[in-house]
């Protein structure tokens, strides 16, 4: 069991923005019938949204070793039934009005909106016992790589960030992130450990309705991905006057540094804590955090490691660097590490293939007094808007509908270079399998792609391509 | 050119869609008006029209109808 609840009884643990709210006594009861009626180690697709139907049945499952699979709800529904047919969940847990998209389903419990569908699927395959959750790499390419989250993996990230963020019951965070999305979800299980009330909406930080919920609910903290923080900044988040408001997170990507010295000032002068954070789902959720007395003085850092865990600096030959300010792959130790990854069913019987030491893939330096910077990255990840892109699934996805293509960027700017010349219908397609905004991609025309001997594209080729024209 | 024109322009080119069809537009009615696309059609109209819009207008910005109403606070006439 994850949380206990019911020594908060009637302390109300979410509150929603159309009014809905639910008590830790009744979370606790509603685990109860939900352990009536499926059987333990059963696989459970969430389809997610930020409400109190979502929340309480992710937590039933969490609590009753059901081992839950978070989805978008926008998720693009032919990626979702591919999804479906590689993991055969025993149930579906969705919003009440999506019931009827999922036929072949029997309905056998609904509860705050939420419905609980039957497979046809029995316990198709084993899990290992002390696998916890499942998450996806990428929530919007429908990748059917997953990240292994184990009991102990949970528990110990939520007590690590309770203790470095001084989280207690008098908090009220509203939710700016989904939470089947590692960091969003972190939010809601820290803040439920720490009897907090969360402030669920699902309306975006661009909408009246979400400043009105935020103010007239009081929330004490808010958490954002880097293009979070340029919306804020857009929205003159400096010149809005919330009382309430005592803290702000960040992680979810590279803030920059303009961004991090503007936010970091801003908190300094109104007496507000500012934590710059960094992690990966990977890890659970976190792995290290500036602390917010050091905020200012430390720009473009992603801090220590959090309490338990431990990073190190690796050089080409897998040998630790210990000279302050030498750049190499950034590799963390602690009990949040995961895992492993599954690819399929079968995989969801594997047990711990990480042994506690997860090799970030970003490059990093640690400067004299031991604070840690990203300095690049080793893999073909780039962010849009917040949601991490594999490159190369990418360039999988858009083989569907053409025959060749490459794929590179950086984050916010997605780079997709193609011989043909229907680009239009590429850009619809990609937008609407990643549900990301089309202005996140731009399409580029190549007379071919090139490629080495051995059939790797060849990136750098590309850009001289470009140059040429 | 007109200010409607110009107006309806502006959804055209940030959501890439037909510059005669916009008419009823309304925030996530369509996939390309997201957060996303909700701040570049508020700095293409802040730029087309020369003026810095206050918060509370940006997030009631909801729908092609309503900046029409907000606009008029600009002195940004479109009819």
């Known amino acids: ?90 149930y ?45 790499t990428s929530g919007s390419t429908g990748s059917p790589k997953l990240v292994r989250q184990s009991y102990e993996n949970i528990k110990a990230n939520i007590s ?24 969003g979800l972190s939010v809601i299980h820290t ?14 930080l661009m909408q009246k309705e979400f400043w009105t919920f935020l103010r007239s609910q009081g929330a004490t903290s808010l958490a954002g991905v880097p293009y979070t923080y340029e919306i804020l900044k857009r929205l003159r988040f400096f010149d809005m006057e919330l009382p309430g408001l005592k803290t702000l997170t960040q992680a ?13 000032q801003y908190a300094q002068k109104t007496g507000r804590r500012f934590y710059v954070m960094y992690g990966q789902t990977e890890a659970t959720a976190r792995m290290s955090y500036l602390p917010y007395q050091r905020v200012l003085d430390k720009i473009g850092s992603i801090g220590i490691p959090i309490p338990g ?23 963390y130790q602690g009990k949040n590490v995961t895992l492993g990854y599954a690819e399929r069913g079968e995989d969801l019987a594997k047990g711990d293939e990480n042994g506690g030491i997860l090799f970030t893939g970003d490059l990093a330096r640690r400067d004299k007094d031991g604070y840690y910077y990203i300095a690049g990255r080793k893999k073909r990840i780039i962010k849009l808007f917040g949601n991490r892109i ?8 858009l083989k569907e509908i053409v025959e060749d293509c490459a794929c590179t960027g950086e984050d916010n700017h997605l780079l997709i270079y193609v011989t043909g010349n229907d680009h239009n219908r590429l850009l619809r397609f990609i937008s609407e399998k990643t549900g990301i905004n089309p202005s996140g991609f731009e399409i580029r025309k190549v007379d071919y792609i090139p490629r080495n001997e051995a059939g790797k594209i060849l990136y750098s080729g590309l850009e001289s391509q470009m140059g040429v024209k | ?58 997030i009631d910005f909801s729908s092609l109808e309503k900046g029409k109403q907000i606009l008029r606070k600009y002195d940004v006439i479109i009819d």
């Open chain 1, 191 to 204: 803040h439920l450990e720490a009897g907090a009330t969360i402030l669920l909406t699902t309306k975006t």
């Open chain 1, 252 to 264: 979810g990507g590279k803030l920059s540094t303009e961004l991090h010295e503007r936010f970091a």
């Open chain 1, 1 to 90: 069991m994850i949380w206990i609840f019911d020594k908060f009884k009637q302390k109300i643990a979410a509150i929603s923005d159309t009014g809905e709210s639910i008590t830790y006594d009744q979370l606790n009861k509603f685990g109860e019938r939900i352990g009536c009626i499926l059987k333990e180690r059963s696989l459970v697709f969430c389809v997610c949204t930020n409400t109190v139907g979502s929340l309480s049945g992710y937590t039933a499952f969490l609590n009753n070793r059901m081992v839950p699979l978070l989805l978008d709800m926008k998720l693009d529904r032919t990626l979702l039934a591919r999804l479906i047919h590689i993991y055969k969940p025993d």
């Open chain 1, 390 to 397: 594999n490159l190369d699934e990418t360039e999988h996805l």
């Open chain 1, 160 to 183: 690590s960030i309770i203790a470095y963020l001084e989280l207690d019951s008098a908090e009220r965070p509203i939710t700016t992130l989904p939470m089947n999305f590692t960091y």
């Open chain 1, 309 to 331: 865990g431990s990073f190190s600096i690796l050089d080409d030959c897998g040998k630790e660097i210990s000279v302050p300010d030498s750049v190499g792959e950034l590799v």
């Open chain 1, 92 to 136: 579906l847990w969705v919003p009440q009005d999506l019931s009827f998209e999922f036929t072949g389903t029997v309905n056998e419990f609904s509860g705050y909106g939420y419905c609980l569908l039957k497979t046809s699927f029995d316990q198709a395959y084993p899990l290992y016992e002390q696998l916890g959750l499942l998450l996806s």
């Open chain 2, 1 to 58: 050119m007109t200010n409607l024109e110009r107006y309806l322009n502006i959804f055209a080119d940030t959501f890439g869609i037909d510059p005669s069809k916009p008419a009823d537009l309304e925030y996530q009615s369509i996939k390309e008006w997201d957060s996303v696309g909700h701040m570049g059609l508020i700095a293409g109209i802040e730029d087309a029209f020369h003026i810095m819009m206050d918060t509370d207008d940006i």
